[in-house]
C-alpha cells in the first residue's frame, strides 16, 4: 500500500543516521590527563605524540592507541644469591614512567604498552637485582645501609639500560629481606645473648650505686655519733639542746638539786 511505501525510506533514514551516530561516537577518542596519544595511519606510525584532548580515528585510515605515561609500580618478589652463595628473598619495586614524548619510538621499536612492561623493563629489573644483590654478603643485604647501597647501584644500572629508550626510573624501593634459617636464627641468638649482657650490665651498675649508697649513709651515721661524743667531751650542750654550752656551775647545781631533791 501507499502507507507502507511512505514507512520503508523513513525507517531507512533512521537505521542510517543511528549508523552515522555509532561510526561517530566510534571514531571520537579522549586522550585524557595523564596519558598520550600514538598513531598509526595506513600500518605507518606517526612520530609526534598526540595530545591531550579530543582527537579522531577512522579504521584502517587512522587509529589511536591511548598511553599510560603516569607513574607505574612493578613489584618484584625474587630469590637471589649472596656473595656467600646463601639464597637471600627479596621483595622489591621499580618506579617508572613512559617519557611521552618518546611514546611514538617505543611503539616503534619494542611494541604496545603491556609488552614494553613485559619484555624491557621487567626483565630489565630482574637482571638487575640479582646482578647487584650477588656482590654482597648476606649481614650487608640485611643492614639498612647495606640495603640503601644496593638500591642505588640498582637505580643506576636501571637508569643506565632504560633511559636511552624512552623509560624514565623513578625510583627502586627495597621493602623487605627474608633471610637464610640459619642466618636468621645465629642474629636472633646473637641479639638474645646482647640483650642479656646488657640486662647484667644494668644489675651490676644498680648494685654498685646501692653499695654507694649504703655506704654514704654509714659514714654520716658514724660522722654524727662522732660530733655527739665530742660535743659531750667538752661540756657543750649537743645541737639538739639549743643552747650554746652549759656552765659547769649549772651541772653542779644540776646534780645537787638532784641528790637533795629540792
Do not use: H
Request: glycine share 8%; with cysteine.
Amino acid at each position: 500500500t501507499i502507507s507502507d511505501r511512505g514507512r520503508g525510506p523513513g525507517r531507512m533514514l533512521r537505521v542510517a543516521a543511528l549508523a552515522a551516530v555509532a561510526l561517530l561516537a566510534s571514531a571520537c577518542v579522549i586522550i585524557e590527563d595523564g596519558e598520550v596519544g600514538v598513531s598509526k595511519s595506513f600500518g605507518t606510525i606517526s612520530d609526534e605524540p598526540v595530545g591531550q584532548g579530543l582527537t579522531y580515528q577512522i579504521p584502517v585510515v587512522r587509529t589511536v592507541e591511548t598511553w599510560n605515561v603516569k607513574l607505574q609500580e612493578i613489584k618484584e618478589t625474587a630469590q637471589v644469591p649472596s656473595s656467600e652463595g646463601l639464597i637471600v628473598g627479596l621483595e622489591s619495586s621499580l618506579l617508572y614512567q613512559v617519557e611521552p614524548g618518546e611514546a611514538p619510538t617505543i611503539r616503534k621499536t619494542i611494541g604496545r604498552e603491556y609488552e614494553v612492561r613485559e619484555r624491557l623493563v621487567v626483565p630489565y629489573f630482574r637482571n638487575g637485582l640479582r646482578d647487584v644483590v650477588s656482590g654482597y654478603p648476606v649481614k650487608n643485604i640485611y643492614s639498612e645501609s647495606g640495603r640503601r647501597e644496593i638500591a642505588e647501584k640498582l637505580r643506576a644500572f636501571l637508569r643506565k639500560n632504560l633511559e636511552e629508550r624512552g623509560i624514565r626510573v623513578v625510583d627502586v624501593l627495597l621493602r623487605d629481606v627474608q633471610l637464610p634459617t640459619k642466618f636468621r636464627e645465629a642474629i636472633e641468638a646473637k641479639l638474645n645473648a646482647e640483650q642479656k649482657v646488657a640486662q647484667k650490665q644494668f644489675e651490676l651498675e644498680q648494685a654498685k650505686k646501692d653499695a654507694e649508697i649504703e655506704i654514704a649513709r654509714a659514714e654520716g651515721a658514724a660522722q654524727a655519733q662522732e660530733i655527739v661524743r665530742s660535743t659531750l667531751s667538752d661540756g657543750r650542750c649537743p645541737p639538739a639542746c639549743g643552747r650554746r654550752a652549759c656552765s659547769p656551775r649549772w651541772r653542779r647545781r644540776s646534780r645537787w638539786d638532784f641528790r637533795s631533791g629540792s
